[in-house]
Nanobody, 118 residues
């Protein structure tokens, strides 16, 4: 069973930065992709950034140019560097990993709160 543990959330002022980390219990090479999703109160969970096993990345339009997803294969960890944060970025951020073929196995972390407020 894969376990994902997020860290790095917190309270930050508008315009500030945070870096989220997601540590996987196994090799991240085993995943089709890993990604960051977020869910704000009263809203559906949405994809923020994804990194595929070959290194290709994809971002939601709302975070392009501000957020960067990366990984460290030696540490089995994926990061989300968030810059120029806005109040609308406030949400619980979740790490997700997908493994295998159809039907896929999806794994989620417990979530970490990010609050952008002055």
């Amino acid at each position: 069973q894969v376990q994902l543990v997020e860290s790095g959330g917190g309270l930050v002022q508008p315009g500030g930065s945070l870096r989220l980390s997601c540590a996987a219990s196994g090799s991240i090479f085993s995943f089709n992709f890993m990604g960051w999703y977020r869910q704000a109160p009263g809203k559906q969970r949405e994809a923020v950034a994804i990194i595929f096993s070959g290194g290709l990345t994809n971002y939601a339009d709302s975070v392009k140019g501000r957020f960067t997803i990366s990984n460290d294969v030696a540490k089995n960890t994926v990061y989300l560097q968030m810059n120029s944060l806005k109040p609308e970025d406030t949400a619980v951020y979740y790490c997700k990993a997908r493994q295998g073929a159809i039907p896929y196995s999806d794994y989620w972390g417990q979530g970490t709160q990010v609050t952008v407020s002055s």
